[in-house]
């Protein structure tokens, strides 16, 4: 595999994934499966998130699989914080990046982290004076959720969205993303959307988190690509969706999205098959739990050779 890539795609499986299935994956076979994704190629993980396990059992085990991620080589470890005290858990356990979710909606904001979208931002200035502090590097990407609708408040406004967007860049956080937590968005909207982004906070414009809840995932990333974007999150075998957005179903699938890009000529970096191998941890864990992916269902082309396996120009 080539060691320079064009796009990095970002792992979220093991947090968005996992936090919307009903069972529990057993500690060792997550840690298992996050290592057999680093070993297909994958850069950045988001292993787990660091909130109450009384409303996401799922997720209890975050500091262990974080401390097992972190001896990964290379790998970058990241895990969802939505306050100051798990963002303190967090860094204890050896995380190397938060992801802070700030939603747009406000239902959807008192939903997911009990709190208003200002409340949100306060706690995102509060983690940032945390960061200043200490003698380690850690990375801080900050989201806005439901950026491109709401399934409670249904559509959200564009100019609100960049609000949040300049507040967070000047709160001192190292990326903004936007991310389509109900799976809302068309790609029109995506490319102006990420184009107006990059014009209204510049060096901090961030990543694409799209959901395929209307079939309009990979379409998406399409038009994100034609707006500059470089990093999108994906969930192998479509697990996901937002347990406190209603009908907020899977994410895009990352073999369907390492096939999109590579086929397209942008190196990810990713070995596919073994990360369609990567699928049967998935299975162990979880028997029986429903799996998407069409290039995982009909197989690669033949004579397929990714981008990342083509030599250099």
């Not at 706690?123 to 491109?148: K, M, Y």
């Not at 564009?158 to 903004?176: C, F, H, K, N, T």
């Not at 429903?290 to 990714?306: H, I, S, T, W």
């Amino acid at each position: 595999m080539a060691d320079q890539v064009d796009i990095i795609v970002s792992e979220v499986g093991p947090r968005d994934g996992l936090q919307s299935v009903a069972r529990i994956m057993p500690t060792a076979v997550k840690a298992r499966w996050i290592a057999a994704l680093a070993g297909a190629g994958l850069r950045e993980i988001e292993v787990g998130s660091f909130v109450s396990s009384k409303r996401l059992p799922q997720m209890a085990d975050t500091g262990e699989i974080v401390a097992a991620s972190v001896r990964i080589p290379g790998l970058l470890v990241q895990a969802l914080v939505p306050n100051r005290k798990g963002a303190e858990r967090a860094i204890a356990a050896g995380t190397h990046k938060l992801t802070i979710p700030v939603s747009a909606s406000r239902a959807h904001s008192a939903a997911n982290v009990g709190m208003s979208p200002e409340d949100a931002i306060d706690h995102v200035r509060e983690i940032c004076r945390l960061r200043a502090s200490l003698p380690a590097r850690l990375g801080i990407e900050a989201t806005v959720a439901t950026a491109f609708g709401c399934t409670m408040e249904g559509p959200v406004a564009e100019d609100w969205v960049m609000r949040i967007a300049r507040i967070l860049a000047e709160a001192g956080v190292d990326s903004v993303g936007l991310a389509d937590t109900t799976g809302y968005a068309n790609p029109a909207q995506v490319k102006r959307m990420f184009t107006r982004l990059r014009r209204e906070v510049g060096e901090f414009s961030g990543g694409a988190h799209f959901h395929n809840t209307r079939g309009q995932g990979l379409a998406n990333v399409v038009a994100a690509l034609d707006a500059g974007v470089t990093t999108f999150d994906s969930s192998q075998g479509g697990l996901g969706g937002c347990p406190y957005a209603p009908g907020a179903t899977g994410n895009i699938v990352t073999e369907d999205l390492v096939f999109l890009l590579e086929s397209m000529g942008l190196r990810t970096g990713i070995d596919i098959e073994r990360l369609i191998a990567a699928r049967a941890l998935i299975a162990e864990g979880l028997p029986g739990e429903p799996l998407y992916g069409q290039v995982a269902e009909a197989g690669l082309p033949k004579g397929f050779v990714p981008a990342s396996r083509r030599p250099a120009a």
